[in-house]
C-alpha cells in the first residue's frame, strides 16, 4: 500500500491504463492515465524532460574532461528517465530506476566532498562506498510499500544533509582566503531552489486531498501538479550544487575555476590557469 494515495478522493485517481495495476510503493497527487491511457501521470513524467534537458547542458559544459564528474552528470541523467518510466508506469521496478540513481548521485557527491575537504583517501573509502551502494541496492530492491518508501527518503535525506554540510564548510574555507560574491550566489539559490523544491514535494505528498482539485475536500478548482514542479526546482538546485561541488573541487586542486554566464544567464565554470587567482577573465 502507498504511504499516500489520492483514491479516497475521486475515482478518477483509480483509472486503468495500459501499465495497470499500479505496484510502486507511492501514487502521487495527479489523476492517473486522465491524459493518456499509456501515460499513468502525464505531467510527472513530461517533466522529466525539462530536467534532463539541463542534465545534458550541464554535461557538456563541464570545464574538463574530469571522470567523476562525467560520471556524476550520466547518473542524474539517469535520475530523470527513470523518474519518467517510474511516473509513466507507477510499476515497482521503474521505480528504483527513478530512486536508486538518486542515491548513486548523492553518494558521488558525497565522495568528491569528502575529497575536497580532506584530501584524497585510500582505497578503503570507495570500496566502502560501494559497499554502502550494494548494501543500499539490494534493500530498496526487496522492500516494498511503507518500509521501502520511508527507508530511501530517510537515507536520501541523510546523503543531502551529508551534502549541505561539507558545501558549507568548504564554503567557510573558501570566503576565509578570498571572498567570491559569486560562490555566494550560487550557494544562495542552491538553497533557495532545494528548499522551495522540497515544500512543494512535501504538500503534494501530504495534503493531496486539498489541492487535487477534483476531491471534495480541495480547495483549488485545479491541480497545480506540484510533483511536476518539484523535478523541474529540484533539477535547478541540483545544477546550482554540482556547480558549487566543481569549485570546491578544482580550487582545492589549485586550477582556479571562475563562473561565468554561458549564453549570458546560466551559470558555469571554466579554469582560468592564466591570470591572478580569483580574478575573472574576460
Not at 501499465?19 to 502521487?28: F, K, L
Not at 580532506?118 to 511503507?146: D, E, M, N, V
Request: net charge positive.
Amino acid at each position: 500500500m502507498a504511504p499516500v494515495t489520492a483514491a479516497s478522493s475521486s475515482s478518477v485517481f483509480n483509472n486503468v491504463g495500459f501499465w495497470s495495476p499500479n505496484t510502486a510503493s507511492v501514487d502521487w497527487c495527479e489523476s492517473n492515465y486522465e491524459v493518456s491511457y499509456y501515460i499513468a501521470e502525464f505531467w510527472n513524467t513530461i517533466s522529466n524532460f525539462g530536467s534532463l534537458g539541463l542534465v545534458i547542458l550541464g554535461y557538456h559544459l563541464l570545464p574538463t574532461n574530469d571522470g567523476r564528474f562525467k560520471f556524476l552528470f550520466w547518473i542524474c541523467g539517469m535520475v530523470a528517465i527513470g523518474s519518467a518510466l517510474f511516473h509513466g508506469t507507477l510499476r515497482h521496478k521503474m521505480q528504483l530506476l527513478d530512486e536508486l540513481p538518486m542515491l548513486y548521485s548523492a553518494t558521488v557527491i558525497l565522495y568528491i566532498l569528502v575529497e575536497a575537504k580532506h584530501g584524497r583517501q585510500g582505497p578503503w573509502f570507495p570500496a566502502l562506498l560501494t559497499i554502502w551502494i550494494s548494501l543500499t541496492t539490494f534493500i530498496f530492491s526487496t522492500t516494498r510499500g511503507k518500509i521501502q518508501f520511508y527507508t530511501f527518503q530517510s537515507t536520501y535525506t541523510i546523503l543531502q544533509f551529508c551534502m549541505i554540510y561539507y558545501l558549507r564548510v568548504l564554503h567557510v574555507q573558501q570566503r576565509s582566503k578570498r571572498p567570491n560574491p559569486d560562490l555566494s550566489i550560487l550557494i544562495h539559490r542552491a538553497l533557495g531552489f532545494g528548499a522551495f523544491a522540497v515544500s512543494i514535494w512535501f504538500i503534494d505528498l501530504r495534503l493531496c486531498e486539498y489541492i487535487n482539485g477534483v476531491g471534495p475536500k480541495s480547495v483549488l478548482k485545479w491541480n497545480p501538479q506540484l510533483h511536476a514542479w518539484w523535478h523541474l526546482f529540484s533539477a535547478v538546485a541540483m545544477y546550482y550544487a554540482a556547480l558549487l561541488v566543481g569549485y570546491y573541487h578544482y580550487d582545492v586542486l589549485g586550477q582556479r575555476p571562475v563562473v561565468y554566464k554561458w549564453m549570458g544567464f546560466l551559470p558555469a565554470l571554466k579554469l582560468d590557469l592564466y591570470t591572478e587567482y580569483g580574478r575573472k577573465a574576460s
